[in-house]
Nanobody
Framework: QGALVESGGGSVQTGASLRLSCAGS????????MGWFRQAPGKEREGVAF????????YYADSVKGRFTISQDNAKNTVYLQMNSLKLEDTAIYYC???????????????????WGQGTQVTVSS
């Protein structure tokens, strides 16, 4: 019921854009917070964007604010992460996760999120 399937990663140059998708089941998606996290080699997992699926409230880490946009398609139980103006430091494995039953404002720490996708690699090069 908590399965999440991510797609959309890839290798791009600095300044380019990518869109990640995270498809969840109806059970996991409704009335929850969904978040995008990333983890670069040797670094801790970082929450970058969150959305409260009930009303679409969004939250962003300062490192991506103004460049990344999280959005949702309720009919498809899917959350997207549009990443623009990509930088070298955006290189990481990106994971989507769901915190079922969470309410806005969405929690930031990863331990609030019980279900995780498999991750998708984003590599930004110069």
């Amino acid at each position: 019921q908590g399965a999440l399937v991510e797609s959309g990663g890839g290798s791009v140059q600095t300044g380019a854009s990518l869109r990640l998708s995270c498809a969840g089941s109806a059970t996991s998606y409704s009335s929850s917070c969904m978040g995008w996290f990333r983890q670069a080699p040797g670094k801790e997992r970082e929450g970058v964007a969150f959305i409260y699926t009930t009303d679409g409230s969004t939250y962003y880490a300062d490192s991506v604010k103004g460049r990344f946009t999280i959005s949702q398609d309720n009919a498809k139980n899917t959350v997207y992460l549009q990443m623009n103006s990509l930088k070298l430091e955006d290189t990481a494995i990106y994971y989507c996760a769901v915190s079922r039953g969470a309410v806005a404002p969405c929690p930031r720490p990863s331990f609030y999120y019980a279900y995780w996708g498999q991750g998708t690699q984003v590599t930004v090069s110069s």
